[in-house]
């Protein structure tokens, strides 16, 4: 004969546990999925603070660098030859212009260094909060776990 498909497909027993445990099922998988979309958000943020840290430590030796030429050029007679490396060519430059430069390229790698650390600050701070959601969530399913058994 026919299927009644409205019938409940789910073996019987005695015990009328059923709904507590489907209940205390689909709780679990909600965690699990609510924990791994928190888990996969956090590992972005690591990795996008990673990214962050590593052009801040490039910016930190351009700087330092830039900074160690502008000294020099400073030190310099205003009719000393200056050149300056373009590709495989040195271009001869005014010291003036030189030190222009110089000096314009080192505000621009501070300016880039602050909105870095800025931008750091910003991700350590939604990093900190999503390891507190994260743990949050573990320490909910450890109980639910614990109720199961």
């Keep these: 004969g026919r299927l009644d498909r409205t019938a409940d497909p789910r073996p019987r027993l005695p015990s009328s546990n059923w709904p507590a445990h489907d209940t205390a099922m689909s709780a679990i998988k909600g965690l699990q999925?609510?924990?791994?979309?928190?888990a996969n958000d956090l590992n972005?943020?690591?990795k996008d603070l990673s990214r962050n840290m590593?052009?801040?430590?490039q910016f930190?030796?351009?700087y330092s660098e830039n900074d160690l030429v502008h000294k020099e050029l400073e030190k310099l007679n205003d009719d000393a030859k200056v050149y300056k490396l373009i590709g495989p060519a040195l271009i001869k430059q005014d010291k003036v212009e030189a030190l222009s430069n110089v000096a314009k390229?080192?505000?621009?790698i501070e300016n880039e260094t602050n909105r870095l650390d800025k931008a750091m600050n910003g991700l350590e701070n939604?990093?900190?909060a999503k390891q507190k959601k994260v743990a949050?969530?573990?320490k909910k399913l450890q109980y639910l776990y614990a109720q199961q058994s």
């Design 33 to 38: 999925d609510d924990l791994a979309l928190e």
């Design 44 to 46: 972005s943020m690591q």
């Design 54 to 57: 590593t052009s801040r430590r």
């Design 60 to 62: 930190a030796q351009q």
């Design 105 to 108: 390229r080192l505000d621009f």
């Design 126 to 128: 939604k990093q900190d």
């Design 136 to 138: 949050e969530l573990q």
